[in-house]
């Protein structure tokens, strides 16, 4: 065990006092791992626009004082007790959702929503005890999606903490622990293109071109960009995207015009934004007969999803995913391996990078809509 192990830290944690203000660096003290439970010192970690949303708390419940983050890699520091398959000086990817492999979703091989360790927003406390482990001079500091990696060092359910090879950059690796797996393995897990097949994404975010990026190593020959952001465009070319859309540019649906530029619709499509029209959409522009639409974005809670019946009827497959369909602590592994292999590009998604002390300029980047991923270096 690491000379800290049993005690507390007290480190550097970038806090959220209130919804929409900057970030203060403060000091804060993080108590030790309790059962199944590890702490582990964040080397790197990024932004992802989840944070921002919660950060800002429109719609969303508001839990303040925060330490978000939640794409990031790390070392484990010290374990707690049960602990069995990590020991302090394990590289690790900390993930916002987890894996017991003890319930049905665990045990089944489609479904990667454990009964445990899934994704909960609103909770900003540990499972075992519903209490945080972080404070400043007695306050307690609420948890953001179980991870936390705003923060020097931070405790997470081992569950929720994927081990990965040490070989691996985590500069750069950290960008699995999220969004870029989510695009990626909504595309190679679920939509499925065969080689040669026409693809459409909506959004060229980081998640959508994470997506496109999958199309490009599945081998479709057509990749079809669909965002209202022209300057996206430019860029997206260096994620195998062929062909842009914006829908502002036409006088009609944006379905109607990527089924005649693709005689009858794509073969499969993957929506990235959120947007419910968007979702609709991307379903209604694939082919009758074999298309598969794949919803990647997260809705507004009161949105709906509106199409013909006729649309199902004539053999279109719409489906949903959720973290690519990944389970982290048995996939996520082997798709950094894909990284270590060069099948896989993250480098390109990297557009800025900042010290710990200028957390908020990452803020200020995603809000401007400035780049893909900012990466953020604890120790600097």
């Known amino acids: 065990m690491s000379a800290t192990a049993g005690q507390v830290i007290r480190c550097k944690a970038a ?32 932004l992802c626009h989840t944070d921002v949303c919660f950060w800002e708390a429109k719609g969303q419940t508001a839990l303040f004082p925060r330490i978000y983050g939640h794409e990031a890699g790390g070392i484990v520091e010290s374990v707690g007790e049960g602990v069995t398959d990590l020991q302090p000086g394990d590289h690790v990817l900390p993930v916002f959702t987890g894996e017991c492999k003890e319930c049905h979703h665990c045990k089944s091989s489609e479904s990667n929503m454990c009964s445990l360790l899934r994704i909960n927003t609103d909770r900003g406390v540990m499972i075992s005890d519903g209490k945080t482990r972080f404070s400043k001079n007695g306050q307690p500091i609420y948890h953001f999606l179980g991870t936390s990696t705003f923060s020097e060092y931070t405790v997470t359910h081992v569950g929720c903490v994927a081990k990965i090879n ?16 989510t695009g990626l393995g909504a595309t190679l897990n679920v939509a499925k293109p065969t080689k040669g097949s026409t693809v459409a994404i909506f959004g060229l975010g980081a998640v959508g071109l994470a997506a496109a990026e999958g199309a490009r190593i599945s081998g479709a020959s057509r990749i079809i960009g ?3 952001n022209a300057n996206r465009f430019n860029e997206a070319k260096k994620f195998g995207v062929t062909e842009f859309v914006n829908p502002k540019d036409y006088d ?3 379905q109607q015009v990527i089924a005649e530029m693709t ?17 609709i959409s991307a379903f209604e522009c694939v082919h009758d007969g074999w298309g ?47 990284y270590m292999n060069k099948e896989l590009e ?18 200020d980047l995603m809000l401007g809509g400035q780049g893909l991923r900012c990466i953020i270096h604890m120790e600097n």
């Open 252 to 254: 009609k649906p944006v």
């Open 263 to 279: 005689d009858g619709g794509v073969d499969r499509s993957l929506e990235c934004t959120g947007n419910v029209n968007l979702m």
């Open 292 to 338: 598969v639409a794949v919803l990647v974005g997260v809705p507004n809670k009161d949105d709906a999803f509106k199409t013909h019946p006729i649309n199902l009827l004539n053999e279109r497959t719409l489906k949903g995913t959720f973290f690519g369909n990944y389970k982290p602590r048995s996939d996520i592994p082997s798709v950094v391996e894909k």
């Open 226 to 228: 669909v965002d209202l």
């Open 166 to 181: 040490p070989a691996a950059p985590l500069d750069k690796v950290c960008l699995l622990s999220c969004g870029i797996a």
């Open 15 to 46: 806090v959220a006092w209130e919804a929409g203000k900057p970030l203060v660096i403060e000091e804060v003290e993080v108590e030790p791992p309790q059962k199944m439970e590890v702490r582990l010192k964040i080397l790197f970690t990024s």
């Open 346 to 363: 993250l480098d390109k998604f990297i557009t800025h990078q900042v010290s710990f002390s200028e957390i908020n300029k990452a803020f």
